[in-house]
């Protein structure tokens, strides 16, 4: 039967239609298409010339019908006869097995004996995809078969078009809703921008984050735990070109061995039990962004390979997985730990140690930047009264802040947060007053001896004259009454030397020296002849 071309045009066209699914409209088309032109199965492909991969996207027979994702590599020889091809739009293949392209393809789907016919979809000379019909055991295709199938080049180009946007879409939101609790749990524990003290006690640091923030380089935050690598690290990411990528936090410290791959590198459908979906990993969630590798030092042995060759290739393997993914991040990792000490032990890989270790900074403890403790109060007091909707924001009581001044702080600025927290809950809202107990501070008994009590330090002595006068005069530093007039030196020496000692000055810190006593701001004993 020889139909007439616009009436199989039309027909067809009606079948495409059917359905928004192109693999139930291929199938409706095959079933038409084969009262006309001998068919035994129907596919759509994509091909991508970089990799060399054809993809087989849907398939039917007379039987059935499915949505597919059959990738096939195909062999150097293919690859040359598809770019040969390429001009020819549809080809005609006697027989199945004998031409290597249709014979890779098709050995998914078996066929090999069969004829085949190969229309490449194009639209305003750009190639969309591949249309196969395999033809019946013992008939070939004639001229007029050609004709006919030539016509769907367009209906089924733009079919195939519209439904791999419309899985892109339907991929992107399933990513979107994935991703969403990590954005979350990261967005919250970056939210705050502020890094307190990165005039004073931070300051070289955050010379030094600023520095190496523009470049791809991978950086390395050392220093005790609670000292806010988190923080630095975020600031790093915000001042990068990647600030509108994502910010992806791991502690590695906290996955347990069985589970690291998974975590930080995703997993294929069914790797191991329990694995009912496939799942991406930290790694691959950060592309385009940054990824915090806090606590690296926990790393197991295999995992640490694993790291070495995303620092180097920039590449992860799912588990699972038989291909390989590019992903587009910054590391930056942390550790509290001696890395050289672990290297030597045998804990922890060389090559790796080197790979992070670009750019190294420490990041001092709160013991040895005193002088940030004000603004770091003034800080943590106002954000708690926040989140304890206290309405007001408390002034601290006579001598609170000589007793934090006075404390060494093992835990640092976490354990100053979590004593500003204690302090305000149990002042019940008025002015916070931070007993011995609370910073777990023994008292000793009182004495008289002199030679049991130590004094200063020459630099300790100018500082504490420094912080009295400054609550003398309310935080100012020059003026009338202001601190310089009280110590009768030129307000610009004043401001040098408060910089050199680390004493807070300007805005930040005037409400802290406004709520503070001029009677117990030395925070050393006296001495009585």
Same mark, same amino acid.
């Given at each position: 039967?020889?139909?007439?071309?616009?009436?199989?045009?039309?027909?067809?066209?009606?079948?495409?239609?059917?359905?928004?699914?192109?693999?139930?409209?291929?199938?409706?088309?095959?079933?038409?298409?084969?009262?006309?032109?001998?068919?035994?199965?129907?596919?759509?492909?994509?091909?991508?010339?970089?990799?060399?991969?054809?993809?087989?996207?849907?398939?039917?027979?007379?039987?059935?019908?499915?949505?597919? @994702?059959?990738? %096939?590599?195909?062999?150097?020889?293919?690859?040359?006869?598809? $770019?040969?091809?390429?001009?020819?739009?549809?080809?005609?293949?006697?027989?199945?097995?004998?031409?290597?392209?249709?014979?890779?393809?098709?050995?998914?789907?078996?066929?090999?004996?069969?004829?085949?016919?190969?229309?490449?979809?194009?639209?305003?000379?750009?190639?969309?995809?591949?249309?196969?019909?395999?033809?019946?055991?013992?008939?070939?295709?004639?001229?007029?078969?050609?004709? &006919?199938?030539?016509?769907?080049?367009?209906?089924?180009?733009?079919?195939?078009?519209?439904?791999?946007?419309?899985?892109?879409?339907?991929?992107? =939101?399933?990513?979107?809703?994935?991703?969403?609790?990590?954005?979350?749990?990261?967005?919250?524990?970056?939210?705050?921008?502020?890094? #307190?003290?990165?005039?004073?006690?931070?300051?070289?640091?955050?010379?030094?984050?600023?520095? #190496?923030?523009?470049?791809?380089?991978?950086?390395?935050? &050392?220093?005790?735990?609670? #000292?806010?690598?988190?923080?630095?690290?975020?600031?790093?990411?915000?001042?990068?070109?990647?600030?509108?990528?994502?910010?992806?936090?791991?502690?590695?410290?906290?996955?347990?061995? %069985?589970?690291?791959?998974?975590?930080?590198?995703?997993?294929?459908?069914?790797?191991?039990?329990?694995?009912?979906?496939?799942?991406?990993?930290? !790694?691959?969630?950060?592309?385009?962004?940054?990824?915090?590798?806090?606590?690296?030092? $926990?790393?197991?042995?295999?995992?640490?390979?694993?790291?070495?060759?995303?620092?180097? $290739?920039?590449?992860?393997?799912?588990?699972?997985?038989?291909?390989?993914?590019? #992903?587009?991040?910054?590391?930056?990792?942390?550790?509290?730990?001696?890395?050289?000490?672990?290297?030597?032990?045998?804990?922890?890989?060389?090559?790796?140690?080197?790979?992070?270790?670009?750019?190294?900074?420490?990041?001092?403890?709160?013991?040895?930047?005193?002088?940030?403790?004000? @603004?770091?109060?003034?800080? !943590?007091?106002?954000?708690?009264?926040?989140?304890?909707?206290?309405?007001?924001?408390?002034?601290?009581?006579?001598?609170?802040?000589?007793?934090?001044?006075?404390?060494?702080?093992?835990?640092?600025?976490?354990?100053?947060?979590?004593?500003?927290?204690?302090?305000?809950?149990?002042?019940?809202?008025?002015?916070?007053?931070?007993?011995?107990?609370?910073?777990?501070?023994?008292?000793?008994?009182?004495?008289?001896?002199?030679?049991?009590?130590?004094?200063?330090?020459?630099?300790?002595?100018?500082?504490?004259?420094?912080? =009295?006068?400054?609550?003398?005069?309310?935080?100012?530093?020059?003026?009338?009454?202001?601190?310089?007039?009280?110590?009768?030196?030129?307000?610009?020496?004043?401001?040098?030397?408060?910089?050199? &000692?680390?004493?807070? !000055?300007?805005?930040?810190?005037?409400?802290?020296?406004?709520? @503070?006593?001029?009677?117990?701001?030395?925070?050393?004993?006296?001495?009585?002849?």
């Amino acid at each position: 039967m020889n139909p007439d071309p616009n009436e199989f045009f039309k027909n067809t066209v009606l079948r495409i239609c059917s359905s928004l699914e192109v693999e139930k409209a291929l199938w409706h088309s095959l079933l038409y298409v084969r009262e006309h032109i001998p068919a035994s199965q129907m596919s759509l492909h994509l091909y991508n010339p970089v990799t060399g991969i054809a993809e087989t996207v849907a398939h039917a027979t007379p039987g059935k019908y499915g949505r597919l @994702s059959v990738k %096939t590599h195909l062999s150097e020889k293919a690859r040359r006869q598809v $770019e040969a091809q390429r001009s020819q739009r549809l080809r005609r293949v006697n027989r199945v097995s004998d031409d290597p392209v249709a014979e890779e393809v098709s050995r998914y789907f078996g066929g090999a004996v069969q004829s085949a016919l190969i229309l490449d979809l194009v639209i305003e000379g750009r190639l969309i995809g591949v249309l196969t019909l395999h033809g019946e055991v013992g008939k070939t295709y004639t001229a007029r078969h050609e004709q &006919l199938f030539r016509l769907l080049n367009e209906p089924f180009a733009v079919a195939l078009s519209n439904s791999m946007r419309q899985r892109e879409l339907n991929k992107l =939101k399933e990513l979107l809703t994935d991703d969403n609790p990590y954005f979350q749990e990261n967005e919250e524990a970056f939210s705050e921008n502020e890094v #307190v003290g990165a005039d004073y006690g931070l300051r070289g640091v955050m010379e030094m984050a600023r520095q #190496v923030a523009p470049l791809e380089s991978p950086v390395l935050l &050392l220093g005790e735990t609670g #000292v806010g690598k988190e923080l630095i690290a975020s600031a790093v990411h915000r001042a990068s070109p990647r600030r509108n990528g994502p910010l992806i936090k791991v502690n590695c410290g906290a996955i347990p061995d %069985t589970l690291i791959d998974s975590e930080l590198f995703g997993h294929e459908k069914g790797a191991f039990t329990g694995a009912s979906s496939m799942k991406r990993g930290r !790694f691959e969630r950060a592309d385009e962004g940054t990824i915090f590798l806090d606590e690296v030092a $926990e790393l197991s042995p295999e995992a640490q390979v694993r790291l070495l060759r995303v620092l180097q $290739e920039k590449e992860i393997e799912r588990v699972g997985a038989t291909e390989t993914t590019h #992903v587009d991040i910054r590391v930056i990792a942390a550790t509290h730990r001696n890395l050289d000490g672990l290297v030597s032990m045998g804990r922890f890989r060389q090559d790796l140690l080197f790979r992070l270790k670009v750019f190294p900074i420490v990041i001092p403890p709160l013991r040895d930047r005193k002088g940030d403790i004000p @603004s770091l109060v003034q800080h !943590f007091v106002r954000i708690k009264s926040l989140d304890m909707k206290l309405g007001t924001i408390p002034p601290l009581a006579p001598g609170a802040m000589d007793k934090l001044m006075d404390y060494s702080w093992p835990g640092n600025v976490r354990e100053l947060e979590n004593a500003v927290e204690r302090a305000l809950i149990l002042s019940g809202g008025k002015k916070p007053v931070f007993q011995e107990f609370d910073l777990g501070l023994k008292p000793g008994p009182k004495t008289k001896n002199v030679e049991s009590l130590s004094l200063p330090t020459m630099d300790q002595a100018m500082a504490d004259l420094m912080r =009295k006068a400054l609550v003398l005069a309310k935080g100012r530093v020059e003026g009338k009454g202001g601190a310089a007039e009280i110590l009768g030196i030129h307000p610009m020496t004043l401001r040098n030397r408060m910089k050199k &000692l680390g004493v807070p !000055f300007g805005k930040k810190a005037r409400a802290v020296y406004k709520s @503070s006593a001029p009677s117990t701001v030395l925070n050393w004993p006296q001495v009585k002849k």
